[in-house]
């Protein structure tokens, strides 16, 4: 058995299909076909079932490639180990968050990283939690930042600080300059603009609603932030967002609220079994302190 022969398997089990999974590898079909049938010899089973429309694993399959997966994945994070220089004047780090925290955390946090450490090679994703956790357990990314809760077993997470939420209005609205916290039940007589309810930041926001039994009139759910500012900042629109993305933008202003909007636990999540490269030791270091230094409520 060979490392391609795990590649090529995997392949095969992805996409159902000998065809498919033959043009993904880069080889021809017989080729795949062949691989596939000297793994099974050497096993002395089978582990394909090809008498359907499409190709499925067999049971003894389906036990094989769990295994397979893990000890690819095992592989990946010593090779990664190899090339990691303690110095960190090379490396790369996977980095993936949740769709706020673009607007206001990653470029201060990367612009500092980068100047630290510029030969650190960053693939940065925008995520939602959950595909997060999920990368994460499949060794596909090295640190996610999201929220505390519950998480995937094997994920954990290092609390960075606590994040507010503010009622959020343009400069020009009637509510822009007022002081004493409106009563919560008055959002029922203004219109809001919210994100989305794949974010995570949306779902926070219902359940604060629904604790308080306030039914507003949402007019408008946009899927990014930047042009829920633009709207906000265009109409007469209302909106909910983290109160670091509103101190940002000095066309927008908050509006307290009475009971307080919640707050949440912004973490850094991390595989409990992953190995820690000295890029990410770095990061977790840099954003702990970069969070202190903003003048961040610790979490």
Sequence with gaps: MELRHLRYLLAVAEHANFTRAAEALHVSQPTLSQQIKQLERSLQVQLLDRSGRTVRLTDAGEAYTRYARQALQELAAAERAVQDVQDLSQGALRLAMTPTFTAYLIGPLVAEFHAQHPGITLDIRELTQDRIESQLAADETDLGIAFSGALLPGISGTALFTETLSLVVAAGHPLADRCDPMPVRELENHQLALL??????????????????????????????????????RTGLATVLPHAITREQPHLRPVPVDPALPSRTVTLLRRDAAYRSSAARAFTALARHWAHDQGYAPA
């Design 196 to 233: 989305s309810q794949d974010f995570a930041t949306r779902r926070h926001i219902d359940q604060y609603l629904a604790d308080h039994r306030v039914r507003p009139r949402i007019c408008i759910e946009a899927n990014s932030i930047n042009a829920l500012v633009e709207i906000v900042r």
